[in-house]
């Protein structure tokens, strides 16, 4: 297992309260905590992974999910067992949607 932590600065987008779960845990996919805790205006990701040494691919997917959407004071577990870059992403956008309700 390797763990990974990233932290981007400077959100602008803030979530309810209430955390969410999304996904599930099994091969080739991943589960996402998503929560709203005060982090000075940061978004923290943390990941577990089976996939050991996919550090770079990691930081571009995480990159990529924070310009999409600039979330601010949002903490964020992932549990991930082999999921691709698209389902990550798809995870992702999927715990924010459900945060905000559909059309926001």
Do not use: K
Not at 17 to 23: L, N
Not at 72 to 99: C, H
């Amino acid at each position: 297992m390797e763990n990974l932590n990233y932290r981007f600065e400077q959100g602008r987008r803030s979530l309810p309260a209430e955390p969410r779960v999304v996904g599930v845990v099994s091969s080739g996919n991943l589960e996402v905590l998503i929560e709203s805790t005060p982090l000075d205006g940061a978004c923290e990701i943390s990941i577990q992974t089976a996939a050991v040494g996919f550090g770079p691919i990691w930081q571009a997917v995480m990159s990529d999910f924070h310009e999409r959407w600039q979330l601010a004071d949002t903490r964020i577990a992932i549990n991930d067992m082999g999921a691709t870059p698209a389902v990550v992403s798809l995870r992702l956008d999927q715990a924010v949607e459900s945060m905000l309700g559909e059309g926001q």
